[in-house]
């Protein structure tokens, strides 16, 4: 760490930190049940250096209660599917191929014991300028399609039954997922909606009073009458303009509702021609979610590559409605912030989800010179 900022300036060195609160820990980092050590004669243990929590930078405590949103314990997370299907996606096979993956990818969800089923709730959405909810209720024979036309006032038309447990439901799912590809295989509704999607997702969390993630499957431009409806950028004579930039209002506000819910989402892309991904990814990255595109998507060329994206997207480690700090010794500040979240003021990091592959880099400026006896410590809380 230099000790003054000109000789920060002279190293031309980032001075920086790159966090990753979830990284996925090697095997051999477990620590072993047995606890006792006896003390050497400074009063140490003796195995200190040998316990990742006695000589290493992180160490986690659960919290209770008091630390908790609201002072209650939250509810289990929610993952809810919505998929487009208007005729691009039908035509690419990318509705097909989801609601085949999905069948056996749900048995993978993310649990906090492996020992156990995972506690995640499953919800499904499909949509094109319309909307429509699922009912997969245990009970249910078959499953019920809901339809929400006005999409102008985002409502959830079902409580009980939308965010299920997959043991118990799955029949009802399976059957749905089957029946998804046949209902719209001879559709010609190529307009679509984006932003009541993600309305639908987070108001279906906040009825539930939980945290989660949305994986949306997306084709093209949403250019259908709605909340969010975009135009056309691709425009050579916009470069350097101001009609250039996104168009984010509505998204970035969007984004604070997610955010204050602990709703991530992860926005898969199926274009074939322009979409506006700087507009479209705003909710994602502010969220914690991820954007992945696939340009031209064809199902023989490129299954394999989104396959292997959902999959991982859907089982890695992740964690829900966060807040982090930074604070620092005396002489040193964080002063900016990268990564894929959300910042009401200038020290708080809101994590609506973040999961073992996000990372957050911190920028530190000098305040004062530092004292090479004394050093500079650096502590993340979360």
Same mark, same amino acid.
């Given at each position: 760490?230099?000790?003054?900022?000109?000789?920060?300036?002279?190293?031309?060195?980032?001075? =920086?930190?790159?966090?990753?609160?979830?990284?996925?820990?090697?095997?051999?980092? &477990?620590?072993?049940?047995?606890?006792?050590?006896?003390?050497?004669?400074?009063?140490?243990?003796?195995?200190?250096?040998?316990?990742?929590?006695?000589?290493?930078?992180?160490?986690?405590?659960?919290?209770?209660?008091?630390?908790?949103?609201?002072?209650?314990?939250?509810?289990?997370?929610?993952?809810?599917?919505?998929?487009? &299907?208007?005729?691009?996606?039908?035509?690419?096979?990318?509705?097909?191929?989801?609601?085949?993956?999905?069948?056996?990818?749900?048995?993978?969800?993310?649990?906090?014991?492996?020992?156990?089923?995972?506690?995640?709730?499953?919800?499904?959405?499909?949509?094109?300028?319309?909307?429509?909810?699922?009912?997969?209720?245990?009970?249910?024979?078959?499953?019920?399609?809901?339809?929400?036309?006005?999409?102008?006032?985002?409502?959830?038309?079902?409580?009980?039954?939308?965010? &299920?447990?997959?043991?118990?439901?799955?029949?009802?799912?399976?059957?749905?997922?089957?029946?998804?590809?046949?209902?719209?295989?001879?559709?010609?509704?190529?307009?679509?909606?984006?932003?009541?999607?993600?309305?639908?997702?987070?108001? =279906?969390?906040? =009825?539930?009073?939980?945290?989660?993630?949305?994986?949306?499957?997306?084709?093209?431009?949403?250019? $259908?009458?709605?909340?969010?409806?975009?135009?056309?950028?691709?425009?050579?004579?916009?470069?350097?303009?101001?009609?250039?930039?996104?168009?984010?209002?509505?998204?970035?506000?969007?984004?604070?509702?997610?955010?204050?819910?602990?709703?991530? &989402?992860?926005?898969?892309?199926?274009?074939?021609?322009?979409?506006?991904? =700087?507009?479209?990814?705003?909710?994602?990255?502010?969220?914690?979610?991820?954007?992945?595109?696939?340009?031209?998507?064809?199902?023989?060329?490129?299954?394999?590559?989104?396959?292997?994206?959902?999959?991982?997207?859907?089982?890695?480690?992740?964690?829900?409605? $966060?807040?982090?700090?930074?604070?620092?010794?005396?002489?040193?500040?964080?002063?900016?912030?990268?990564?894929?979240?959300?910042?009401?003021?200038?020290?708080?990091?809101?994590? $609506?989800?973040?999961?073992?592959?996000?990372?957050?880099?911190?920028?530190?400026?000098?305040?004062?010179?530092?004292?090479?006896?004394?050093?500079?410590?650096?502590?993340?809380?979360?």
């Amino acid at each position: 760490m230099p000790c003054t900022s000109d000789m920060a300036k002279q190293s031309q060195v980032p001075l =920086a930190a790159v966090i990753k609160p979830l990284a996925t820990l090697p095997p051999d980092e &477990v620590m072993p049940p047995q606890y006792f050590q006896h003390l050497d004669h400074t009063g140490k243990r003796v195995d200190c250096y040998d316990r990742p929590e006695l000589s290493l930078g992180t160490y986690e405590f659960l919290a209770t209660v008091d630390y908790c949103k609201n002072n209650k314990v939250p509810e289990p997370p929610a993952f809810i599917f919505l998929i487009d &299907v208007s005729y691009n996606a039908v035509k690419s096979g990318m509705v097909n191929i989801v609601c085949n993956e999905l069948k056996s990818l749900l048995d993978l969800l993310p649990r906090e014991n492996p020992e156990m089923d995972s506690v995640v709730r499953v919800g499904f959405v499909t949509y094109n300028k319309v909307l429509h909810f699922y009912n997969v209720k245990s009970t249910l024979a078959q499953p019920q399609m809901l339809v929400v036309s006005d999409v102008s006032d985002m409502f959830v038309p079902l409580l009980d039954g939308f965010l &299920v447990n997959v043991n118990e439901s799955r029949q009802v799912i399976e059957s749905l997922l089957e029946q998804i590809p046949e209902m719209f295989a001879d559709t010609r509704e190529t307009e679509t909606v984006f932003g009541p999607v993600i309305q639908a997702g987070l108001e =279906a969390l906040k =009825a539930a009073d939980c945290a989660g993630k949305l994986f949306v499957f997306h084709t093209s431009l949403p250019i $259908a009458e709605a909340p969010g409806k975009l135009k056309n950028r691709e425009d050579k004579k916009l470069i350097g303009t101001d009609k250039e930039k996104p168009q984010v209002g509505f998204y970035n506000n969007l984004a604070k509702e997610c955010v204050a819910q602990g709703c991530c &989402v992860d926005l898969f892309l199926f274009p074939n021609q322009y979409v506006d991904v =700087a507009t479209l990814g705003v909710v994602p990255v502010s969220t914690g979610g991820s954007v992945y595109k696939y340009t031209y998507f064809q199902a023989q060329t490129d299954q394999e590559r989104f396959l292997k994206d959902l999959r991982r997207d859907v089982q890695k480690q992740v964690g829900f409605d $966060a807040v982090m700090r930074v604070r620092t010794s005396t002489g040193i500040r964080a002063t900016d912030f990268f990564g894929s979240f959300f910042m009401n003021n200038t020290t708080d990091v809101e994590l $609506a989800g973040l999961d073992c592959d996000k990372a957050i880099t911190v920028e530190f400026k000098h305040d004062d010179k530092l004292s090479e006896e004394t050093g500079a410590l650096m502590q993340v809380c979360g």
